[in-house]
Structures are given as C-alpha cells and as structure tokens.
C-alpha cells in the first residue's frame, strides 16, 4: 500500500448524462421558457435512460440529469419529506454540489444522513466522506468508518476501497490487513482502479493476502489500462524487470511514456534514462533531456541521470529546455522516438 486515496462519490455516475448547456457553455439551472415543460423533459430523458417509455419514471433524476437542477430540487422535495431516500439523496449532491444553489455542505450532511438512516447507500458514503475531512460536520474518522463499513456491506467499491483503507491505517478501524485485502479485492473486481492498483500491491508485497507476482501485475496492468498513473509507472517497471511478468524492455518504455505524458515526475525521470543510454527505445539525448527538465520543475532530480547526460551538446541542451519549456504541444507521441 503506497497511498491513501479517497474516491469521491457521483451521483448515479454510472448512467447517462445528458446535460443541457447554456450559451456560454455552463449548465442551466432551470428550464427555458421555449422548451417543453420540465416534466416532459424528465420523462423524455428517463425513457432515454431507463430504454422504455413504460418503464418507471423519475422526473427528479431526469431534470437532474438534464442539468434543470432547480426543477430537480423542487420534484424532489415533496418526495424526500415522504421519506424518499432516492429523493433524500438527490438533494444531497445538488447542495454538495452547488448545483443551482450555493453550496452548502451543512444542509447537505443533513440530508446525506436521512437518507443514509433510509438504506441508501451513496448516502452512507458521501456522508463518511464529509465526516472523514470535516466537511459540513464535525470530523469524526470512526464515524465515516461506520458510515464507510454500512456501504461497503451493500457492496458499493468506493465504500469497500475507503474502509480498507481505513482498515490497512488502524487507526479508526480495527489493524487488519486481511480485512483491507479481502475489501480492496471486492472492489478491485468490480472494476475501481486505484482498488486494483492497491490490490495488486498487496499481492505482490504479501500484505494481507498470499504474495503472488503473477496475480499482482495483472491487478496493476488493469489499473494502467483505466488511466492510474502510478499504476503506469509500477506495470513499466514491472516489465522492465520481468517481475510477474514477462520481461519486456520496449513495453516498459511504452507504459513509461505514458505516464511520462500523464504529468508522472517519475515516469519522466525513467523514461530519460532509457532515452539516454537506448535501451528498449531509440538513443535521443535531446528527448531524454527535455523529460529531465520537465521532472526537475516538479522537484525530482536523478543523479544518475545527471551523468548520463553530461556529454549532450549545448545546442541540443538548448533545444530540450525549449521543447520543456512548449510542453505539451511538442512533446514527441508515443512511438516516435522509435
């Protein structure tokens, strides 16, 4: 385990947004006078999302989606004062959010936590969130632990992420790194991938669960493939090494690159040393110094690197500072270097 990261909640985030832009290109906060009224467009945009015009209606969450938030608010109200936790929930994120409203992280925890005392479970997280960083109530670690550990039950993986996390600190859950491998595997194959980064990190060191190399690249490499810098960097250098999997000098230079790309210091620091001395990619002084300078402004040096480049020329220096300096309009594209 190399980080504690908190994933942040959207709402329903894995459905359709079909949002309504503005002229200036923001959301609108209400319907416009010219459109149809803010019930059709929710029942218009529920078909779309739920495939049926049959299918059950949630005029809320279509305005919602829609981007109409004060609409939203309003459609939702009458439903959360019936005890609607979807409803309840739905004007959480609005004020969490600030969507339509001023953000007002107090009158959301009051919400978050009906809705949470309802059974839902974005709730029950949000609101661990809110507690764990002192947003909008007191912070309360054991709380957002409890809150974490009730959504992690009804096998949400952010909750199941967070609360094995919480479980691998011990601080405020109990010391348990078998716990936190058997959460971070439950979220991992539900598909988050700083969970599958983790998890692959506690195979390959043995935390919690039996060392396997094999299993723990192929954990991280899922990671990589969804963007996960730091699974970037640690699946490159895996390959470099043939760690778990097959060495392969050119496909570490490729996954280093990458992340190199992505903005990773370290990523950037690698890649120049293979630039510098070849290997697994075309020598080019001049590239690997620019990804040199470009990890200096975030604060990394390399010593050994330093070495490598002492004999570029002062010309091709120049160039390299310049090309830093453009970055990222001239950064060469993966692959061109050869």
Do not use: C
């Not at 190399?2 to 959207?10: D, M, S, V």
């Not at 912070?139 to 409890?146: G, I, L, S, T, V």
């Amino acid at each position: 385990m190399k980080r504690a990261l908190l994933i942040a909640t959207a709402l329903l985030a894995s459905s359709p947004v079909f949002a309504q832009a503005s002229n200036d290109g923001s959301l609108s906060t209400e319907v416009p006078a010219a459109l149809p009224t803010a019930a059709d467009e929710a029942a218009s945009v529920s078909a779309e999302i739920f495939g049926s015009p049959k299918a059950k209606v949630d005029d809320a969450y279509g305005a919602f989606q829609r981007g109409y938030f004060l609409t939203a608010l309003e459609l939702a109200l009458p439903r959360a004062e019936k005890n609607d936790p979807a409803a309840q929930t739905l004007i959480a994120e609005i004020y969490a959010r600030g969507l339509g409203v001023g953000e007002n992280l107090a009158a959301a925890s009051g919400w978050y936590a009906i809705a949470a005392k309802n059974g839902d479970t974005l709730a029950a997280f949000a609101l661990g969130l809110l507690y764990l960083e002192g947003k909008g109530v007191p912070r309360n670690p054991q709380k957002a632990a409890e809150l974490f550990e009730q959504a992690a039950a009804k096998n949400y993986p952010p909750a199941q992420y967070n609360l094995a996390l919480l479980h691998v600190e011990g601080r405020y859950a109990s010391p348990d790194l078998k716990e936190a491998a058997r959460l971070m595997k439950l979220a991992a194959d539900k598909g988050l991938a700083d969970a599958q980064y983790d998890y692959g990190s506690m195979l390959l060191e043995g935390a919690g669960v039996a060392p396997d190399e094999k299993a723990g690249a192929h954990e991280i490499r899922l990671a990589a493939a969804q963007g996960q810098v730091d699974a970037m960097v640690d699946y490159a250098t895996l390959a470099y090494l043939g760690r778990g999997v097959a060495k392969n000098v050119t496909e570490a230079v490729t996954w280093y690159r990458q992340a190199a790309e992505s903005g990773s210091p370290v990523a950037q620091v690698r890649l120049a040393k293979l630039l510098a001395v070849g290997e697994g990619v075309k020598f080019d002084l001049t590239e690997a110094a620019m990804w040199r300078a470009l990890a200096r402004r975030q604060g990394l040096t390399d010593p050994q690197l330093e070495k490598l480049l002492i004999s570029i020329s002062s010309s091709d220096l120049s160039a390299a500072e310049e090309r830093a300096r453009l970055w990222p309009v001239d950064v060469p594209k993966a692959g061109s270097a050869g």
